[in-house]
């Protein structure tokens, strides 16, 4: 009978192991996908603001050569402001589809990809 006790006691902490096991790869899991998120987020933000630094120096010469072909020292930066003011109107219109769902894809994406090594794991079971 004591040695039955002895056994189950011991089942039962190797279950405790097991499950304490199971949370800490869990905990280790979702901070790794919190992680390449953020990675990710992070690289997309230097490119975007290398491609902002782009764009506005871009639409200074543009509006700087503008003014000089029409030979009226605002009406190039006007226009290159009118450019701009259309673009957001498209885009403020169009969030939705433009922004809104490709980001919230991409997230969705990243966080339910599996790792190669995983695949490669549960194909060789």
């Known amino acids: 009978m004591n040695e039955t006790f002895e056994k189950i006691e011991g ?4 279950v405790k192991e097991y499950v304490q096991t199971r949370i800490d790869l869990a905990k280790l899991e979702i901070a790794e996908k919190i992680s390449q998120v953020v990675g990710n987020l992070i690289a997309v933000m230097v490119v975007m603001v290398l491609f902002l630094f782009v764009l506005v120096f871009g639409s ?3 509006a700087w050569a503008l003014s000089e072909w029409l030979d009226n020292n605002w009406a190039g930066f006007l226009i290159v402001a ?3 003011c259309l673009l957001a109107v498209i885009v403020w219109f169009a969030r939705g589809r433009l922004i809104r769902f490709p980001v919230m894809n991409a997230i969705i994406r990243q966080l339910g990809k599996k790792d190669k090594d995983d695949d490669e794991n549960n194909n060789h079971s």
């Not at 089942?11 to 190797?14: A, F, N």
Request: proline share 0%; charged share 0%; hydrophobic share 40%.
């Open 60 to 62: 200074l010469a543009g």
């Open 82 to 84: 009118g450019i701009y």
């Open 11 to 14: 089942l039962t902490q190797h």
